[in-house]
T-cell receptor, first 115, second 113 residues
């Protein structure tokens, strides 16, 4: 069974640009959530999507947005990039939203560097 | 809002030594507790979880954790570590939606031969 796939794995952007990251969840999983991982702040929740609807949102500015498609694949977008957006962006999938199974399956992440 | 503290940032142990990693959370209500592990070059994966019932939970690879409600703690233990346990360990808590986890800053465990 294929795991969570994130693309691209690495990318470099300059300040002011925008970026789109993609996540394909495990087959059959309908919930996708996104996390930002940085050395200073650790892992921080960005948002969660389930059945193409945003279910939860973390404390990030509006420059960070996402969406989910009917096949459960998800994208997140960061506009007007800042140096502080440099991070590893992790996608995680789970069977359902709010499930008590509690297990999130993480991808390997997309490492974004903003110059 | 809830928060999670992991007091040990970097732990170095010899093989066969016992391990205990501290995790404390701040939230007055019902919580779900998790430990995730990230081996070098690999993705985060679930080690064990606690929702309710027996406060001593067992996970994969011989790890266990004990939920002590009065201390707001969920410490991770292993009686005898192996070199292959070298990894970063993250404690996490959710207060409802299991997909919204609040993570601690992580503890890097280095096991020497």
């Amino acid at each position: 069974k294929a795991g969570v796939t994130q693309t691209p794995r690495y990318l470099i952007k300059t300040r002011g640009q925008q970026v789109t990251l993609s996540c394909s969840p495990i087959s059959g999983h309908r919930s996708v959530s996104w996390y930002q991982q940085t050395p200073g702040q650790g892992l921080q929740f960005l948002f969660e999507y389930f059945s193409e609807t945003q279910r939860n949102k973390g404390n990030f500015p509006g420059r960070f947005s996402g969406r989910q498609f009917s096949n459960s694949r998800s994208e997140m977008n960061v506009s007007t990039l800042e140096l502080g957006d440099s991070a590893l962006y992790l996608c995680a999938s789970s069977l359902t939203s709010g499930s008590l199974t509690g297990e999130l399956f993480f991808g390997e992440g997309s490492r974004l560097t903003v110059l | 809002a809830q928060s999670v503290s992991q007091h040990n940032h970097h732990v170095i142990l010899s093989e066969a030594a016992s391990l205990e990693l501290g995790c404390n959370y701040s939230y007055g209500g019902t919580v779900n507790l998790f430990w995730y592990v990230q081996y070098p070059g690999q993705h985060l994966q679930l080690l064990l979880k606690y929702f309710s019932g027996d406060p001593l939970v067992k996970g994969i690879k011989g790890f266990e954790a004990e939920f002590i409600k009065s201390k707001f703690s969920f410490n991770l233990r292993k009686p005898s570590v192996q070199w292959s346990d070298t990894a970063e360990y993250f404690c996490a808590v959710s207060t409802g939606t299991a997909s919204k986890l609040t993570f601690g800053t992580g503890t890097r465990l280095q096991v020497t031969l």
